[in-house]
């Protein structure tokens, strides 16, 4: 683990244990985090092997972004990992979200997170503009990055229903379908440098 995530994750872990407003003992912390082959996932664990030590017991889900807020909002969860965009628009209301998410706020910062466009070098997509007529890979819905991938392409004028085919995967699986040319386009939203990336 390196020093940058061993450090966001004891200060989530302290922030996490100081939150809790019962005893250790009797405490179980339910944290939503991201799908597997994401960062969230990992840095889940990270947190919970530190909280646990201060005898807080903490199960870690898989989630993502955008699900976390509705999870927390409906009890589902205790603290989930978000994106300040989602956590923004559950707190106003806004879509994706149906109705304001009134018990969800910001506890903690972990790092920066950015939106990442990557196409196949002979797949001819130079823009979001390109993607007409080609098959795509996003991110399961209730994903941020799926989301923001709609409004993506809406600022070119374009929707799912433009390209041949939009395949709601994993990171694992939409690298897979990269290396086969099952899709010539991929969207995510992760750290940098990204390992589904770099693969």
Same mark, same amino acid.
């Given at each position: 683990m390196t020093a940058k995530i #061993? %450090?966001?994750?004891?200060?989530? @872990?302290?922030?996490? *244990?100081?939150?809790?407003?019962?005893?250790a003992e009797a405490q179980q912390v339910r944290l939503m985090t991201g799908p597997q082959g994401g960062s969230w996932y990992p840095l889940g664990g990270a947190i919970a092997n530190i909280v646990e030590k201060a005898g807080i017991r903490m199960q870690v889900l898989p989630g993502a972004g955008i699900a976390n807020v509705k999870a927390v909002q409906a009890g589902k969860a205790d603290f989930g990992f978000g994106n300040s965009i989602s956590t923004v628009d559950g707190v106003a209301g806004?879509? +994706?979200?149906?109705? #304001?998410?009134?018990?969800?706020?910001?506890? *903690? %910062?972990?790092? +920066?997170? =950015?939106?990442q466009i990557v196409a196949n070098a002979d797949s001819g997509i130079n823009?979001?503009?390109d993607v007409k007529g080609k098959a795509i890979a996003?991110? +399961? #819905? @209730?994903? %941020?990055?799926?989301?923001?991938?709609?409004? *993506?392409?809406q600022? =070119?004028?374009? #929707?799912y229903d433009d390209a041949s085919r939009v395949s709601y995967v994993s990171y694992t699986d939409a690298v897979s379908l990269m290396k086969d040319n099952n899709a010539q386009l991929f969207t995510l939203g992760t750290t940098v440098p990204a390992s589904a990336i770099m693969d």
């Open positions: #061993k %450090t966001v994750a004891i200060a989530a @872990g302290v922030g996490i *244990a100081l939150l809790a407003s019962v005893s806004r879509p +994706p979200f149906d109705a #304001k998410a009134e018990n969800v706020c910001n506890v *903690a %910062t972990l790092y +920066p997170q =950015y939106f823009s979001l503009a996003v991110q +399961p #819905k @209730g994903n %941020t990055a799926e989301f923001i991938s709609q409004q *993506a392409l600022v =070119y004028g374009l #929707k």
